[in-house]
Each structure stands twice: as structure tokens, then as C-alpha cells.
């Protein structure tokens, strides 16, 4: 990672401030509106954070899933934990655990994913240069094992 951003703080927030972030926005836009700026937001990180990797044009989804889970997993940002990436078919399944959406979060919690579901998706367009189109399909609060993001091709 690049020079420490604040010298006595360091470069990390709480979860809980992050978690505050989201749901002011919600109050003040409404779900959708929030979910569609986090999502930008998400993709706009995950596209810089590839392109800062060196993996644009990258063809191993397995290379890219060790190099993103150490940019944004324990020994990173701390955003989530990028266990496997694969493909089924036409689409690519990115299998995450630890996210920081679901920190916290009652079982249960329709609470969704909207930023790492962003960065995964930015991360996944820069790699393979190509439009995807992206959608949160299981989730750790509702009974699975991994949030997982599904890509498709646009």
C-alpha cells in the first residue's frame, strides 16, 4: 500500500462509521438511490484498485482473486475477504466472506451489499475488459455460507 494517509490515525476507519455512512444516506435518499451511488462508488474503487494491481488484461481469475483478496482483505483495506472466483458457464461467481456490509447485521437482514458488490464488479471490468452486469445472489445474513456477486456479459 501507498504512504500512510494520516500519520497518527493510519489509514483505516471503523466499521461503525462506515455502517453510518450508508444508513444517513438512506435516510436521506431513499434505499435505491444509495444503493445505486454505493455501487458506483464500489465499481469506480474496484477499477482503480485493479488498474493499480497491474491486472487489467489479466486472463487467471485465480491470480486475480489472490492479488484483490490481499488489496482489500486482511493484509489491505480490510473491506472483505475474496475467497474464490469462478466461472459457471457465462457467468462469473466472486464468493466473499468478512464484507463489511454484513458486519454487524442481524440474521435475517435484508441488508445488501452495494459497495463490495461495486468493487468486485469495477475490479472484474478492468480484468477482463468488458461491460458485466452485476447482482448480489447470496448472502451470509440470509443463510449462505459467502456473499456471492454474479457477472454476466452486457
Known sequence: MPETLRPQLGDFNSIVCFKAVITGM?????????????????????KNLAASLGLKGTT???????????AVGKEGTRLCIVDKI?????TIKVYTSE???????????ERKCTFT?????GALEQILGKRLKGVH???VLRGGTH???EFTSM
Do not use: M, N, Y
Not at 26 to 46: F, Q, W
Not at 86 to 90: A, L, R
Not at 117 to 121: F, R, V
Open 147 to 149: 456473499d456471492v456477486f
Open 117 to 121: 458488490l461495486g468493487a468486485a464488479w
Open 60 to 70: 487467471s481469475l485465480e491470480e486475480a482473486q489472490v492479488e484483490l483478496s490481499k
Open 86 to 90: 469462478v466461472t459457471e458457464g457465462d
Open 26 to 46: 438512506e435516510d436521506a435518499l431513499g434505499e435505491k438511490a444509495t444503493a445505486i451511488a454505493l455501487i458506483a462508488a464500489g465499481r469506480t474503487r474496484g
Open 99 to 109: 464484507t463489511v456490509c454484513s458486519a454487524g447485521e442481524p440474521q435475517g437482514s
Open 137 to 139: 445472489t447470496e448472502s
